[in-house]
């Protein structure tokens, strides 16, 4: 039992990890690239950005709670104990980056749609989401990275 919840754990950890990267990449390239002209290819982007977080993300974020407490229980770890106990502090900053992040994708996708429906380019509103998506997905990429190496290494 012990190696299939850490399986899970370690799977349902890579996919959220890669979907979110894979997220970040597509989004940058279709926002930034190409020159913020192409509202079809953007909003097109945004809309499979939401879909993928819907299927991928928000299951593995529960999938990562559920494995990662079991996993602790039957180890016989504290989630006080530091390591522990930072790592799952990290992981409610980025349930809390990643909240608002995929609110202000639907927002992105909602604009883009009418401003393709419109033929009009996207606004200010848009690009101004653009930007706290980038630094709330910055930091929870960053939160991530230090929880990989807590559980690796656990050093407090």
Do not use: R
Request: aromatic fraction near 16%; charge should be positive.
């Amino acid at each position: 039992m012990e190696l299939l919840l850490k399986l899970t754990h370690i799977i349902s950890a890579t996919i959220l990890f890669g979907t979110g990267i894979g997220s970040a990449f597509y989004m940058l390239l279709a926002n930034l690239v190409n020159n913020k002209k192409n509202v079809k290819t953007i909003y097109f982007t945004v809309k499979n950005v939401v879909i993928a977080d819907t299927i991928f993300t928000a299951p593995t974020i529960i999938i990562q709670v559920i494995t990662g407490l079991l996993l602790a229980e039957h180890h016989g770890y504290l989630i006080t104990e530091g390591w522990l106990f930072w790592a799952i502090i990290l992981y409610i900053f980025v349930i809390f980056c990643w909240l608002p992040v995929f609110w202000i994708q639907i927002k992105m996708k909602n604009i883009a749609k009418k401003c393709l429906k419109n033929n009009s380019d996207l606004p200010k509103k848009y690009w101004q989401l653009n930007f706290f998506w980038i630094i709330l997905g910055c930091l929870a990429f960053i939160a991530m990275i230090i929880i990989f190496y807590l559980m690796v290494f656990k050093p407090i």
